[in-house]
């Protein structure tokens, strides 16, 4: 078990509105990263969160946004939402500089827009 | 851009066959190569890891040996099981670099 939960488990939105997917990261983590896998495909970075701070986007637009807290649990923000951003999304947490670890994966979100 | 190759699936193999997933990669430097497998319905489990060239990394019977002059990273097991049935993502995360890059999946179903 990774200790990475992530809530809801499915989530079904309509097309134009706003989204917020949580992220709990295992203990003694404290960076989270956020990929969207969608249906057949590899997940693909959509951000990384360090210290509560965005140390890292790949190429995703600014729709998407994220929050980490001092927990280090995370949030990842879709504003708008389109049909095409229906996928699993996936939170990563590892550790960073001395005591570094590997991703470890929560079991993701499934959303749909419709 | 770093990327990551695939063999395409489904590879659909009878129980204790011999697999192999090929798996390439580019990048500069000296990136750090994954296995992660993924079941049905659930997120991703690092299977495997390998940071340099040469390294085998190993688990639960899968191997696989990061070749730095043919950048590969074959995924092999001696003899499959029915619960090796998933789906297998080969990654990479570059040397200088937090976020890992995944190849498309492939996916094997392993018949009893």
């Known amino acids: 078990e990774t200790g990475v939960t992530q809530s809801p488990t499915h989530l079904i939105k309509t097309r134009g509105q706003q989204v917020t997917l949580r992220c709990s990261s295992q203990?003694?983590?404290?960076?989270v990263s956020w990929y969207q896998q969608a249906l057949g495909q590899g997940p693909q970075f959509i951000f990384q969160?360090?210290?509560?701070?965005?140390?890292g986007r790949g190429n995703f637009p600014p729709r998407f946004s994220g929050l980490q807290f001092p927990n280090y649990s995370s949030e990842l923000n879709v504003n708008a939402l389109e049909l095409d951003d229906s996928a699993l999304y996936l939170c990563?947490?590892?550790?960073?500089?001395?005591?570094?670890?590997?991703?470890?994966f929560g079991q993701g979100t499934r959303l749909t827009v419709v | 851009g770093d990327s990551v190759t695939q063999m395409e699936g489904p590879v659909t193999l009878s129980e204790e066959a011999f697999l192999t997933i090929n798996c390439t990669y580019t990048?500069?430097?000296?990136?750090?190569l994954f296995w992660y497998v993924q079941y049905p319905g659930e997120g991703l489990q690092l299977l495997l890891k390998?940071?340099?060239?040469?390294d085998k990394g190993s688990n639960k019977g899968f191997e696989a040996t990061y070749r730095k002059e043919t950048t590969s990273f074959h995924l092999e097991k001696g003899s499959v099981q029915v619960s090796d049935s998933a789906v297998y993502f080969c990654?990479?995360?570059?040397?200088?670099?937090?976020?890992?890059?995944f190849g498309s999946g492939t996916r094997l179903l392993v018949r009893p």
């Open positions: 969160y360090y210290r509560e701070e965005e140390n």
């Open positions: 390998a940071t340099k060239a040469d």
């Open positions: 990654a990479l995360r570059g040397d200088s670099s937090y976020k890992l890059i």
């Open positions: 990563a947490s590892s550790s960073v500089g001395n005591r570094r670890t590997e991703a470890f």
């Open positions: 990048a500069t430097g000296y990136p750090s």
């Open positions: 203990s003694g983590h404290n960076t």
